[in-house]
C-alpha cells in the first residue's frame, strides 16, 4: 500500500535560528563599497563623461568629502555589475585617485535598468540634444516592451491595449511637455552624425532639425556637402520646404542647391526660451502659459522700479 503522506521540506538549522527581522534585513538593499574595475558602463549610455570644469568640480568634492550620493549598478553576466546611475561619479573617483566607491546593488531587467538610468541623467544641466534624444528613445522603447509585456495573473494586457499605449505621451507628462515635443526630440536620433554634431554645437537649431529628420540619409548626406559648399545652414522655412520636396519625391541636387542658395531674411532680433529650459525655475503645477504671466509680472515690476529709480 503506497503511504499518502507528502514530501516535508525541512528547515534549515540556519533558517530555524533567524528572526523574521534578519531576515527583512537581509532582503533590503544595502550600500556597498565596490572596487571601480568591476563596475562596467551601461551598455548603450547616451550620456557623455567630460572632463571638463563640471568633473573638475566634482573630483575635488569626492576628495574632500567622497562619494555623497551612491551609484546605483545590477549584477552583470559575467562577473561585476553594470553601472545604471553613477558614471560621472565613477570617473570623478578614478581622477580623485579612489579605488572602490558606494553603490546600491539592484536586481532589475534591462528595461527598469535603461529607466532608471534615463530618469537619473536627464536632471542634469548642460545634457547635448543629440544626448536627450537617444535617452528619450530608449526610455520610450523600454516603456513600450515593458506596456506589451504580460504581468503575472493579468488579463487585460490585450494587444489592443498596448497597440494604443502611447509611452512618449506618458513621458512628456512627466517631464511637462507634451508629446508632440517627446517625438520632436526623438526625431533627431534620424539624423546622420554630420548633422547630429551641427545640433550639439548649436550650429543647426532644433526647430529646423527637427524638419530635416525626415530626410532620407542620402538626402541628408547631400544635404551636408550642399551646406559646405553654400556656408549656410539651413533656416525653419528651407528645412520645411526640403522636407515636403522630399515627401514628393522632388528634392534633388539641383533644388537643394536652389533652396540653400536663397538669401536669408534678417533673423528678428529676439530672445526665446522654451518651457524645458524655465521648468526648473518654476513649481512643476505651473503651465507655460502660467510661467509666461509670472515672467511678465516680474519684468513689469523690475521696470516700474527702475523707472522710480531713475526719476529720483
Not at 268 to 295: A, C, G, H, N, Q
Request: charged share 30%.
Amino acid at each position: 500500500m503506497k503511504s499518502s503522506a507528502r514530501k516535508i521540506e525541512l528547515a534549515s538549522v540556519d533558517d530555524l535560528f533567524t528572526t523574521e527581522e534578519s531576515r527583512q534585513d537581509a532582503a533590503r538593499e544595502k550600500i556597498m563599497e565596490i572596487p571601480l574595475s568591476e563596475l562596467f558602463p551601461f551598455e548603450g549610455h547616451p550620456f557623455s563623461v567630460r572632463d571638463d570644469d563640471a568633473m573638475k568640480e566634482t573630483v575635488e568634492s569626492v576628495k574632500e568629502v567622497g562619494v555623497v550620493v551612491p551609484a546605483i549598478a545590477r549584477p552583470r553576466e559575467g562577473g561585476g555589475y553594470e553601472l545604471i546611475a553613477g558614471h560621472r561619479r565613477k570617473r570623478a573617483c578614478e581622477l580623485a585617485g579612489l579605488e572602490t566607491m558606494p553603490v546600491i546593488v539592484r536586481d532589475m531587467d534591462r528595461d527598469a535598468a535603461i529607466i532608471v538610468m534615463v530618469d537619473s541623467n536627464l536632471q542634469r544641466e548642460n545634457i547635448l540634444p543629440i544626448e536627450k534624444a537617444q535617452a528619450l528613445k530608449m526610455k520610450v522603447e523600454a516603456i513600450k516592451r515593458r506596456a506589451g509585456r504580460p504581468a503575472k495573473g493579468a488579463e487585460n494586457n490585450s494587444p489592443n491595449i498596448s497597440a494604443n499605449f502611447r509611452s512618449d505621451d506618458e513621458i512628456g507628462a512627466e517631464m511637462g511637455v507634451s508629446g508632440d515635443t517627446v517625438r520632436n526630440m526623438i526625431s533627431l536620433t534620424q539624423l546622420v552624425p554630420e548633422l547630429q554634431e551641427m545640433v550639439n554645437d548649436q550650429r543647426i537649431k532644433l526647430t529646423p532639425a527637427y524638419q530635416l529628420a525626415a530626410l532620407k540619409p542620402e538626402e541628408q548626406a547631400l544635404l551636408v556637402e550642399t551646406m559646405e559648399s553654400e556656408q549656410a545652414t539651413p533656416s525653419l522655412s528651407q528645412a520645411q520646404r526640403m522636407k515636403k520636396m522630399s515627401q514628393e519625391g522632388k528634392l534633388t541636387e539641383d533644388t537643394m542647391l536652389s533652396v540653400m542658395s536663397e538669401q536669408k531674411k534678417p533673423e528678428v532680433d529676439r530672445i526665446v526660451f522654451t518651457s524645458d529650459t524655465l521648468r526648473k525655475y518654476f513649481p512643476k503645477s505651473y503651465t507655460p502659459k502660467k510661467m509666461e504671466e509670472t515672467i511678465i509680472g516680474l519684468l513689469e515690476g523690475w521696470m516700474k522700479k527702475r523707472q522710480r529709480s531713475q526719476e529720483r
